[in-house]
């Protein structure tokens, strides 16, 4: 079987064939994977997805035979299928895999807009909110940086090595790259220490370089980003590594706010002709969404009355 990234090179040419004559309709083979169940895409975060990346292949700013897409109203629950979605249709490539949301954050006796692990009820665009934000989005460079070194057995130290994938993004989401939007693995190196290692082409002016253990968290939260499990990451990162792509994240602002409103006026969305995943609205009542132009101002101010303490020097490693 045929990865997607050897796919993605097969077919380069595709999609100027194929957004001049698949626009109307989403095609039979594509309809059997869209649905609100494990595994399946919801209408109308397909359909999005679908406009949005033919809207930039006729544009010419696409020529990647794949699009991206994410439903951040479905649960984080790698289990389950997933809620990221790759989507290939000149080769009928369909793939789903898990994706953290953003953590949010509770400023202590201010506001609270932090999200749970399983389901986010809350997203915004604001600078430092640590929040998911819905909308239209192109993949862009990337950046691979040291994060620090781990066991790989009792005698050997490996270097982990993570790229970020930068976001571009229009509207709501033209900030994207001011919050270091992007994509990257959901793994880090924890509980670090300092070890002596004058050798490595990462230690510092005094020959050290910071040792720690690799935790992986694909079932965790993010810093607003998109975050895969490592191998997925890989995988995706690889795809459009200077071959840019579409990402359209599900759900934007008006959609937030129609079914908060909804919501309070007693109704189910489906109800109204809207879509939220059932599971997560129970869990969360109902969502909200956080501007930027009013929830700024409050992170700005929270950080004047609380100033960071002063950063604690990392221990020796024993």
């Known amino acids: 079987m045929l990865s997607l990234c050897t796919v993605a090179i097969l077919i380069a040419s595709a999609p100027q064939s194929f957004a001049a004559g698949q626009q109307s309709d989403v095609p039979a083979w594509l309809t059997a994977h869209m ?14 997805a679908r406009a949005l990346y033919m809207r930039k292949v006729s544009e010419g700013k696409v020529r990647n035979p794949c699009y991206f897409a994410m439903d951040a109203t479905r649960p984080n629950d790698p289990s389950d299928g997933g809620r990221f979605y790759i989507v290939c249709e000149a080769s009928q490539t369909f793939r789903v895999v898990s994706s953290g949301h953003g953590s949010g954050r509770d400023l202590k006796g201010v ?84 070890k002596k290692d004058p050798q490595s082409p990462y230690a510092n002016r005094d020959g050290y370089v910071p040792l720690g253990k690799l935790v992986e968290y694909a079932g965790g939260r993010s810093d607003g980003c998109t975050s895969w499990a490592a191998s997925d990451a890989n995988q995706i990162i690889s795809m459009v590594k200077d071959n840019p792509t579409t990402l359209y994240i599900y759900p934007e602002s008006s959609d937030i706010n129609a079914i908060a409103k909804t919501v309070a006026g007693g109704r189910s ?27 700024e101002p409050v992170i700005v101010q929270y950080k004047k009355d609380h100033p960071a303490p002063p950063a604690k020097p990392i221990p020796l490693c024993q």
């Open 269 to 295: 969305p489906s109800q109204a002709g809207l879509y939220w995943n059932d599971s997560c609205l129970k869990q969360i009542g109902a969502p909200k969404f956080w501007p930027k132009e009013s929830l």
């Open 111 to 194: 506001v609270d807009f932090g999200n749970g692990r399983m389901c986010a009820r809350n997203f915004g665009n604001a600078m430092d909110s640590n929040l998911t934000t819905g909308g239209s989005y192109m993949t862009e460079e990337t950046k691979t940086t040291f994060k620090g070194y781990y066991p790989a057995s009792q005698t050997k130290d490996v270097a982990y090595l993570r790229t970020f994938l930068q976001f571009d993004g229009e509207g709501e989401t033209a900030n994207a790259r001011q919050r270091a939007i992007g994509g990257h693995a959901a793994a880090k190196v924890a509980g670090v220490c300092m």
């Open 35 to 48: 649905g609100q169940g494990d595994g399946q895409i919801a209408r109308p975060v397909l359909q999005r």
